[in-house]
């Protein structure tokens, strides 16, 4: 029965990812944000690592032990957008938000073999159940670390974190494959919300900031 409750937990290394050199631009762009990140978060910079992943959509992955990936394509992106993806992914480390979806699907599973030796086949329900309550958990830990993004990235000098959060989703989102994942991971077994609601959980936004008008002459 571990086999369907293990899947769901996040490999430790992601497909294609790969150290950059310590040298590279854009390591040192996404370490310099990390470091902010991590210190506007209240936790320790020098316990958090990173690596990269090889693809040009705009994402991000926090594993275990403050262990990080993020793409290519996101470290191509302005500052603002690299700031917002990375506090969201601190956040997740702040909130141990690892942790506790590996605890719950492996809760789940062991529940279910219990069940199992009681009642046999009805271990079997762990093939179904586990993955919806997994899931489900998994977007509120999306819109959670949302919120938790918003303040990263107001200690870190954004006057406007929401809005930058919003545009940075957006940005994540238009960037995406067209056929991003399988079937079975849309619809209520999506590790993600759907973007709408999370906009919409970032509303209000802050006022576009005016430029200056020139005095009339």
Not at 149 to 173: K, N
């Given at each position: 029965m571990c086999a369907s409750g293990c899947a769901l937990i996040p490999p430790m290394h992601p497909e294609n990812a790969y150290y950059p050199s310590p040298s590279d631009s854009r390591s040192l762009t996404i370490s310099y944000t990390l470091y902010?990140?991590?210190?506007?978060?209240?936790?320790?910079?020098?316990?958090?690592?990173?690596?990269?992943?090889?693809?040009?959509?705009?994402?991000?992955?926090?594993?275990?032990?403050?262990?990080?990936?993020?793409?290519?394509?996101?470290?191509?992106?302005?500052?603002?957008?690299?700031?917002a993806i990375v506090a969201q992914k601190v956040a997740h480390e702040i909130l141990g938000h690892a942790g506790q979806r590996r605890t719950l699907t492996l809760s789940l599973t062991a529940g279910f073999a219990v069940l199992g030796l009681i009642a046999p086949g009805l271990g079997l329900a762990d093939l179904i159940v586990n993955p919806l309550i997994v899931r489900a958990f998994s977007?509120?830990?999306?819109?959670e670390a949302d919120q938790r993004a918003v303040e990263i990235l107001r200690d870190m000098g954004h006057v406007a974190p929401r809005r930058s959060l919003a545009a940075a989703l957006r940005t994540v989102a238009t960037t995406k494959p067209v056929s991003a994942g399988p079937l079975w991971?849309?619809?209520?077994?999506?590790?993600?919300?759907?973007?709408?609601?999370?906009?919409a959980a970032l509303e209000p936004l802050e006022p576009t900031p005016r430029l200056a008008s020139r005095p009339s002459r």
């Amino acid at each position: 029965m571990c086999a369907s409750g293990c899947a769901l937990i996040p490999p430790m290394h992601p497909e294609n990812a790969y150290y950059p050199s310590p040298s590279d631009s854009r390591s040192l762009t996404i370490s310099y944000t990390l470091y902010r990140a991590a210190q506007a978060s209240g936790d320790d910079p020098t316990r958090y690592s990173f690596a990269f992943i090889q693809t040009a959509a705009v994402t991000a992955f926090a594993a275990d032990d403050a262990t990080f990936y993020f793409s290519d394509g996101l470290a191509r992106q302005s500052q603002r957008c690299i700031d917002a993806i990375v506090a969201q992914k601190v956040a997740h480390e702040i909130l141990g938000h690892a942790g506790q979806r590996r605890t719950l699907t492996l809760s789940l599973t062991a529940g279910f073999a219990v069940l199992g030796l009681i009642a046999p086949g009805l271990g079997l329900a762990d093939l179904i159940v586990n993955p919806l309550i997994v899931r489900a958990f998994s977007r509120e830990q999306e819109m959670e670390a949302d919120q938790r993004a918003v303040e990263i990235l107001r200690d870190m000098g954004h006057v406007a974190p929401r809005r930058s959060l919003a545009a940075a989703l957006r940005t994540v989102a238009t960037t995406k494959p067209v056929s991003a994942g399988p079937l079975w991971e849309r619809g209520l077994l999506a590790p993600e919300p759907d973007l709408d609601d999370r906009l919409a959980a970032l509303e209000p936004l802050e006022p576009t900031p005016r430029l200056a008008s020139r005095p009339s002459r």
